[in-house]
């Protein structure tokens, strides 16, 4: 997509809605991956307003367990989110891994969502919409809140009242169902006591195949107690599932309640640790340095909180200082090629405007040049940095260097081999593997008669003598030969180094580096081949793996078509990864989810690995399970 180049790589697709996909991605100039949540406006329709609230919301909106939202991006077609990635997928994956979670377990959670759900009512919001599918879990394994497009803020505050009927109907309020006003936070409220019964239970406190009868017996507020329910965390859901919503536990009395201090000792605390207005020095400088301003300017500009790249680049290099990375922008290049769990990175010679588009340096005449450094004169300290020495004046370059077929004189100097190899591919090629953006010398070149990397020949000849002339002649004669080479060659070009400091580094490093360039390019030239599928992936025992006793990858990835093809349901195989789908009678896609068979590295077993991708948790929860049984897992 035009509109993100430069600046994320998107990868593949991990989840979709009516009206939206969510894509990972990662951002370039930190290496950080990212959710872009793309949504189209025509397919939203009236639901358009809906988005601009939950953009705003988003916005306003910083707390530890709410998904933070780093960059919008607005065109004439499209609404694309940039949010936080949260590797651990949704809480009801975890839910079902387990069937039900342990009283301590869920207190660890359910105290998560009563922070993040009293900070929303705190500046005046209402979700709307908790459920298990809009809860993410992280890498630490702490919960994210998402999906906004229900909430509202109320005008006069959380104490005036809503009339809009929205939401899952399962998780849905008596009085919202019922058509009446209702307060926010009150059905923000019994969401909770459905969301904790579901986490305590393993299943829905209120489920039917009937809209009809699931009303009625949410209106009614009769649900089964199961018999491992503790007192106490029967007391609570009685609390929070009252019919009448004036008899509702708190926001309040919720974060002070004895079951969510017990093993804590502390009440659940709503106040966000995520804060604004301290800006980090470190993650400041580089930006600044990056950008090419003051401190003082980027720190006013990230202040401005814009959601542009800014923002997002600002709030990635937090995150890698947070998890003790270092703070540090990289390349673009090794990004583009990102499909083995590369960091992505940046063209350090690129400048980058403050949207996030790269600005290339405009060509400079050669007469303006300055000349390179010396490798001798490089320090230790500035190893690995780009370096120039600008001279006082600037030289000229001859008009045109004549060839010569005479024997070299003493005053001529050698030219290195790493040059000679840089020019041959730049005068043929033109290779990549100099920097994009940095515009390509012209230079006449003069060669004598004997010279291997003569200009009349083909790149692919002149690769292949050299290379044999490296590979055959032994290794202790290699330095000699090279040097006997190179004595044939010779260029009259200004800031030439001395031939006393040239056959030093014809030494080792320099035979090293010879036969890098080689490699290098050969494989620049040489097409690449698609990657083949050989065997399973390798991924964690995660809560969304299902290990098997088995050893055969093949063996299970046929008993799990086999058991689709049985109960009739749609499927479509990439490699060891399943894609199924249910559809309705007129063919429209009601469930999606993902069955992959991976390989488990420490128990050395093969192992399921299940992903919702669209429709009811619920469906999904079952259906699982029963392909997982009849293929006898």
Not at 38 to 48: E, F, N, R, T, W
Request: aromatic share 8%; with cysteine.
């Amino acid at each position: 997509m035009s509109v993100l180049s430069g600046m994320y790589q998107l990868a593949e697709t991990i989840g979709s809605g009516g009206f939206a996909k969510v894509k990972k991605a990662y951002h370039l100039l930190t290496g950080e991956k990212v959710a872009i949540k793309i949504m189209d406006k025509k397919a939203l329709g009236d639901d358009l307003p809906r988005v601009k609230v939950e953009i705003e919301a988003m916005k306003q909106l910083c707390h530890q367990h709410i998904c933070k939202l780093y960059q919008v991006i607005e065109t004439e077609t499209k609404y694309y989110m940039v949010l936080e990635y949260c590797p651990g997928g949704e809480l009801f994956d975890y839910i079902v891994s387990k069937d039900r979670l342990h009283e301590d377990e869920a207190r660890v959670f359910f105290r998560q969502i009563v922070s993040a759900v009293g900070y929303i009512h705190q500046n005046g919001y209402a979700h709307r919409d908790l459920k298990p599918e809009n809860l993410l879990l992280d890498e630490d394994q702490n919960l994210k809140l998402i999906d906004f497009g229900l909430c509202a803020k109320p005008k006069g505050g959380m104490d005036n009242h809503l009339y809009t009927c929205c939401g899952s109907p399962a998780y849905a309020a008596p009085e919202l169902i019922s058509g009446k006003e209702y307060l926010g936070r009150e059905t923000d409220l019994w969401s909770m006591g459905v969301l904790l019964y579901a986490l305590l239970c393993g299943f829905l406190p209120f489920d039917d195949d009937s809209i009809a009868y699931l009303y009625r017996k949410i209106q009614i507020g009769r649900y089964e107690i199961p018999r491992w329910l503790s007192k106490e965390s029967v007391q609570l859901l009685d609390a929070m599932l009252q019919v009448d919503p004036k008899k509702r536990v708190t926001i309040r009395e919720l974060c002070h309640h004895p079951w969510l201090q017990r093993s804590y000792g502390v009440s659940v605390d709503p106040e966000t640790k995520c804060r604004k207005d301290i800006i980090d020095d470190d993650c400041v400088n580089e930006l600044a340095v990056n950008y090419g301003i003051s401190k003082r300017e980027m720190i006013r500009q990230i202040k401005e909180w814009k959601c542009d790249y800014l923002t997002a680049t600002y709030q990635l290099l937090l995150v890698k200082k947070q998890r003790g990375d270092p703070v540090r922008l990289i390349q673009q290049s090794r990004a583009l090629s990102d499909q083995n769990g590369q960091t992505p990175s940046r063209p350090r010679s690129c400048s980058v405007d403050l949207e996030g588009r790269y600005i290339l340096p405009p060509p400079r005449p050669l007469a303006d040049k300055p000349s390179r450094r010396p490798v001798s004169s490089y320090n230790n300290a500035d190893e690995g940095k780009e370096n120039f020495a600008v001279p006082s004046t600037p030289f000229k370059t001859p008009a045109k260097v004549k060839r010569s077929r005479s024997p070299p004189s003493s005053t001529q100097k050698p030219q290195p081999i790493s040059d000679i190899l840089a020019r041959s591919t730049e005068d043929g090629l033109n290779v990549a593997s100099r920097n994009a953006c940095t515009p390509a010398r012209q230079v006449n070149v003069g060669y004598s008669a004997t010279n291997t990397l003569s200009p009349s020949r083909s790149v692919d000849s002149q690769l292949n003598n050299l290379t044999n002339m490296v590979l055959q002649t032994p290794v202790s004669n290699k330095a000699q030969s090279i040097d006997s080479h190179l004595d044939s060659s010779h260029i009259d070009t200004p800031g030439s180094m001395p031939n006393t400091l040239q056959r030093q580094q014809r030494k080792g490093p320099r035979f090293g580096s010879l036969e890098k360039g080689i490699d290098k390019m050969k494989n620049m030239f040489t097409p690449r081949k698609k990657s083949v599928v050989d065997g399973p992936r390798k991924v964690k025992a995660v809560h969304n793996v299902t290990n098997t006793s088995e050893y055969s990858a093949d063996h299970i990835l046929d008993r799990l078509k086999s058991s689709l093809c049985d109960k009739k349901i749609s499927f479509k195989q990439n490699g060891y990864e399943l894609r199924c789908f249910v559809t309705d009678d007129w063919g429209k896609i009601q469930l999606a989810f993902d069955l992959e068979v991976c390989q488990v590295p420490r128990v050395e077993l093969i192992g399921v690995r299940r992903k919702r991708v669209k429709g009811d948790i619920w469906h999904y929860k079952r259906l699982c399970e029963d392909i997982l049984v009849s293929a006898n897992l």
